[in-house]
């Protein structure tokens, strides 16, 4: 069953859309590990410039890997918001993940984005320990 969603970067404009694989257990499993790695690394090299663009594309390249098979049509990178995304995650500076639910008011106008969404706060994570940049 094809489940859309969105993954949405603090600090970057760009929106993730994925067509299908966006249910809140799978995606976890494929994103807690990958933000683990990745900042992970980032605290390794100390390097901070340009974190929500490394962090977008890197997600892509992961999501592509991991959900696309041999179909690379159910992912792209957008400035909308798709009236279809069942689920969105916000992954936040903090390093905090927040997964949200659509709701009718998204359908009608998902212009608004999480404005218009239910939290689902025990699907809520933290990846690693926040370093000071």
Not at 21 to 43: C, M, S, T
Not at 66 to 78: Q, W, Y
Not at 79 to 107: C, F, K, M
Request: charged share 25%; proline share 8%.
């Amino acid at each position: 069953m094809a489940i859309p969603c969105h993954i949405i970067v603090e600090g970057n404009p760009a929106i993730i859309y994925a067509s299908r694989n966006g249910a809140p257990d799978k995606v976890r499993r494929i994103l807690q590990p990958f933000l683990e790695k990745f900042w992970q690394e980032r605290e390794t090299s100390g390097e901070y410039r340009d974190t929500p663009e490394c962090l977008l594309a890197q997600v892509v390249v992961r999501f592509g890997f991991e959900i696309c098979e041999d179909d690379f049509s159910n992912l792209r990178v957008g400035l909308n918001y798709a009236p279809d995304a069942e689920y969105l995650y916000h992954i936040a500076g903090d390093r905090t993940v927040s997964v949200w639910q659509a709701t009718e008011a998204y359908r009608q106008n998902p212009a608004l984005g999480l404005a218009v969404c239910q939290p689902l706060t025990e699907e809520v994570y933290r990846v690693a320990s926040p370093a000071a940049p």
